[in-house]
């Protein structure tokens, strides 16, 4: 059985929720996937560490609205609350567990002093609240997000749990991860899944571009209950299930985000090139304010993919109506396909109709750069005025 909760500490203004708890059940299993980012956390090497060698644990805990990151006695402070959560963990569960199965995550401003002790002294609490819901777990690992974002995959007994933050500073890369976010999992863990989840979450969550940018801090942490036989397949099915609803989540929720678009690489040699023209396009500042202006500027495209200096033979580049990702439809039926773009080169197209197009939430551009059999496909936002003001007053 997995228990959370989630506390006010005083770290964040207004006694809003800003340590969450998850204690695993005796007996799992535990896999992290961690920034890629050189000066990551030193929370988060630590758990990088611990889990690169030992793969389980018993209890998670994230510190939110600060990151833990980057000053003088981070790492003494780290200790501290490690040493309190084991403490007390041991006092409520009567079972004794090492410091190294205490996997400390946080998330926030970089470089601000925490004050441990508003969270050494609140540990005591977060376990006396600790339930089945995963309610004030979610709502204690936001920061800038709007809204909490969980999805669950049930199939009779066995379950996925899906719970992630993120609304800015997300750039898709795993392990190299661009969330903060936690999947939780009464199933067993099959042989070698390892690779297969670095897969999917590379699909997934792995594929959403809000501002281009990798964070210090952020983890996905996966927790295998192995309580349920689960055969890969339908693991595989519930994960990008779950993964795929989030990621539509963390983009729909992105700083300032008006429209999340799907762009779709087809014809590339092979799919890294593919996943490559994807990054390019999708970090590029002046395509992000062309779709927040819902504007058809479609030259800013085929500047993004040439800046990506992957072969191409020719570009056919359409605007669709419909969304969808992986396990997530919206619009499944394509109603509205317009060519804007014919042999690399932009064609008279019905300007009208494309303001139109892109003046959905959501709605997809198709790529297509040759014949070869590679593709990717990754979440795009816009860039919008709320995206500076937010990130001039945090």
Not at 91 to 119: F, P
Not at 169 to 176: D, L, Q, R, V
Not at 179 to 197: A, C, D, R, V, W
Request: glycine letters at 6%; hydrophobic letters at 35%.
């Amino acid at each position: 059985m997995f228990l959370f909760s989630g506390i006010s500490c005083g770290i964040k203004k207004n006694s809003k929720k800003d340590f969450a708890i998850a204690v695993l059940p005796k007996g799992s299993s535990t896999i992290g996937f961690f920034t890629s980012n050189s000066l990551k956390s030193e929370v988060i090497a630590r758990a990088e560490k611990i889990l690169k060698i030992k793969k389980k644990a018993r209890v998670i805990a994230v510190v939110s609205g600060n990151a833990m990151c980057r000053y003088k006695g981070v790492e003494k402070d780290a200790e501290k609350i490690v040493k309190q959560i084991k403490k007390v963990f041991e006092e409520k569960t009567k079972e004794k567990i090492n410091e190294d199965e205490i996997i400390l995550l946080a998330t926030g401003k970089i470089g601000v002093k925490l004050e441990t002790e508003k969270v050494v002294d609140k540990v005591k609490e977060a376990f006396e609240k600790l339930s089945e819901s995963e309610s004030e777990f979610s709502s204690a690992i936001i920061t800038t997000d709007k809204v909490e974002k969980v999805v669950k995959y049930q199939n009779r007994r066995f379950f996925v749990l899906g719970v992630a933050k993120g609304a800015g500073m997300i750039f898709p890369k795993f392990s190299e991860a661009t969330t903060l976010s936690f999947i939780f999992t009464n199933s067993t863990s099959p042989k070698g899944f390892e690779k297969k989840l670095h897969e999917i979450l590379t699909e997934t969550i792995g594929s959403v571009n809000i501002d281009h940018s990798t964070s210090t801090n952020d983890s996905c942490i996966i927790s295998f209950g192995n309580e349920i036989k689960t055969d890969e397949k339908s693991l595989e099915k519930a994960l990008r299930y779950v993964l795929s609803h989030l990621a539509v989540k963390i983009a729909e929720d992105g700083e300032g985000v008006k429209h999340v678009v799907k762009v779709e690489v087809k014809g590339a040699k092979n799919n890294s090139s593919a996943r490559k023209i994807c990054e390019y396009i999708s970090g590029s500042i002046l395509f992000k304010c062309s779709l927040a202006g819902e504007s058809p500027d479609f030259g800013r495209i085929l500047a993004a993919i040439g800046s990506s200096n992957e072969k191409i033979d020719r570009i056919n580049i359409f605007l669709r109506d419909d969304f969808s990702f992986h396990s997530y439809r919206e619009k499944s039926e394509v109603k509205s396909k317009l060519k804007v773009v014919e042999n690399s080169k932009i064609i008279d197209f019905d300007f009208k109709k494309a303001k139109e197009i892109m003046k959905n939430p959501k709605y997809t551009i198709e790529i297509q750069v040759g014949n070869g059999k590679g593709k990717s496909e990754i979440l795009m936002t816009d860039l919008t005025e709320e995206y500076i003001k937010i990130n001039l007053t945090l």
